[in-house]
């Protein structure tokens, strides 16, 4: 049964930092790509970050490149968000994402990952 488990968000004043992580199950996790998506109230779902199986190739929305770090364990079958100097405009539900399909190229075509988390809360307070 593939589960994916978020946890980590909170609110935080601009300028803070949130680490959020994510529990996969139900996969061979170090074989497949997985990703980190958020969506804001009246907004598209929005691409934030991506990595590779091996976690040797990572890709970041533009909004987020220099502040946010996504990594995996895949001794844990856990990846992780760092995201640092947050902003209000980072408000949102931040969803992690499994791509069972791919392993090496990820990207931030959410249409290309199959499975959801239910989400976790960012709010960032100016």
């Known amino acids: 049964q593939v589960q994916l488990v978020e946890s980590g968000g909170g609110s935080v004043q601009a300028g803070g930092s949130l680490r959020l992580s994510c529990a996969a199950s139900?996969?061979?996790?170090?074989?497949?790509?997985m990703g980190w998506f958020r969506q804001a109230p009246g907004k598209e779902r929005e691409g934030v970050a991506s990595?590779?199986?091996?976690?040797?190739?990572?890709y970041y929305g533009d909004s987020v490149k220099g502040r946010f770090t996504v990594s995996r364990d895949n001794s844990k079958n856990t990846v992780f968000l760092q995201m640092n100097s947050l902003k209000p405009e980072d408000t949102g539900m931040y969803y992690c994402?499994?791509?069972?399909?791919?392993?090496?190229?990820?990207?931030?075509?959410?249409?290309?990952?199959?499975?959801w988390g239910r989400g976790t809360q960012v709010t960032v307070s100016s």
């Open positions: 994402a499994a791509a069972p399909r791919h392993w090496l190229i990820c990207g931030l075509d959410w249409t290309e990952f199959d499975d």
């Open positions: 990595i590779s199986s091996g976690g040797g190739r990572t």
């Open positions: 139900g996969y061979s996790f170090s074989s497949i790509c």
